[in-house]
């Protein structure tokens, strides 16, 4: 089974301060994506990365930048982090090819920011 | 711009019936549309895909269509129970071509009663 990780499932945070969330997949997935989940607007992606080194601005990446620097880790920085980043924070991991259709996300952090 | 809409309404029905979930889609035509289970606190699962070719898919008590002249696809739970109770996500490819890259719908809430 695939699996997908997350550092923290539930963060409180300054704003202000940097905020780090990591992401840890087991399954040698080539592409990595964050998004974040607020009531009534979905799941909306931050940035995705197609490969080691390699990303692209979602639709919301306003804030926010990424680090992958090895394959199974994607990790998500708020630079200064503000209360409108209160949100659930989810990663996802999908392979290439046909089968890269399907995302396999992980348990989600909860951050507030205060 | 591509836009998902989903019912944001809960939908709650009575154990055993079949359980019926929209999801339209407007000014772009994807390549296949998934649907996943999301429980509270928790990442989404895959259910299924079905591809634009296709009309229909089923899977178990699941079966899904995917009407590209309309911009529709419905998901349907036939003999549901309390345990299908979720929030049910659309998630059509974003684009028309394989990019490995979903829109997601804001969900629609179901409650199945004992």
């Known amino acids: 089974d695939v699996k997908v990780t997350q550092s923290s499932r539930y963060l409180v945070k300054r704003t202000g301060e940097k905020v780090f969330l990591e992401c840890v997949q087991d399954?040698?997935?080539?592409?990595m994506f964050w998004y974040r989940q607020d009531p009534g607007l979905g799941l909306r992606l931050i940035y995705f990365?197609?490969?080691?080194?390699?990303?692209e601005k979602g639709d919301i990446p306003e804030g926010y930048s990424v680090s992958r620097e090895k394959k199974e880790r994607f990790s998500l920085i708020l630079e200064s982090a503000s209360t409108n980043q209160t949100s659930m924070y989810l990663c996802?991991?999908?392979?290439?090819?046909?089968?890269?259709?399907?995302?396999?996300f992980g348990p989600g952090t909860r951050l507030l920011v205060l | 711009s591509q836009k998902i809409e989903q019912n944001s309404e809960a939908l709650n029905i009575q154990e055993g019936k079949t359980a019926t979930l929209t999801c339209n889609y407007t000014?772009?035509?994807?390549?296949?549309l998934q649907w996943y289970r999301q429980d509270p606190g928790r990442g989404p699962v895959f259910l299924l895909l079905?591809?634009?070719?296709?009309k229909e898919k089923r899977k178990e008590r699941l079966k899904v269509t995917f009407d590209t002249t309309l911009k529709q696809s419905l998901f349907h739970i036939t003999a549901s129970q309390p345990a299908d109770s979720a929030t049910y996500l659309c998630?059509?490819?974003?684009?028309?071509?394989?990019?490995?890259?979903?829109?997601f719908g804001q969900g629609t809430t179901l409650q199945v009663k004992p």
């Open positions: 996802a991991s999908s392979t290439t090819g046909r089968a890269q259709e399907t995302q396999y």
């Open positions: 399954m040698d997935h080539e592409n």
């Open positions: 990365s197609y490969d080691v080194k390699m990303k």
């Open positions: 000014n772009y035509s994807p390549a296949y």
């Open positions: 079905i591809r634009e070719n296709e």
């Open positions: 998630a059509p490819s974003a684009g028309s071509s394989n990019t490995g890259k979903l829109i």
